[in-house]
């Protein structure tokens, strides 16, 4: 495995478990899902860096999974709410991540397995 591709998983898993070890303080539930976010991202950049390409300067999720979809498949839907999780949980936002504002504990705590999922699916791929 190429050094760029195995950095960007060991910063992907790093986000993971920053993920894993504030879902324990319920009330951080906006900082889950960034980091949740982050891992994913991390995650695609991955597997981008092993086509032997260069990973855009983006944290748009739904097109880092497009430069990928040939090798795995992710649900666009929680892409898309990951997606707001990056911006909208980490500067004041009108609404905030969800329709009814920040994530409650069970939404981070789903962004938090999706994010592992992700993670661990493509560091199948990538073995």
Not at 12 to 25: P, S
Not at 74 to 94: M, V
Request: aromatic share 6%.
């Amino acid at each position: 495995m190429k050094s760029a591709v195995s950095r960007w998983l060991e910063l992907a898993e790093i986000d993971l478990k920053a993920a894993r070890d504030l879902l324990k303080g319920g009330d951080l539930t906006g900082v889950v899902c960034f980091h949740a976010q982050q891992s994913v991202e991390k995650s695609l950049k991955a597997l981008i860096e092993s086509k032997s390409l260069h990973p855009p300067k983006s944290h748009d999720l739904i097109l880092l999974n497009n430069r990928v979809d040939d090798l795995v498949q992710l649900d666009e839907d929680t892409l898309s709410k990951l997606n707001q999780g990056y911006i909208d949980t980490r500067y004041p936002a009108s609404i905030g991540l969800l329709p009814d504002g920040l994530p409650d504990p069970e939404d981070a705590k789903a962004f938090y397995d999706y994010a592992r999922e992700v993670y661990n699916q493509i560091k199948a791929i990538l073995r």
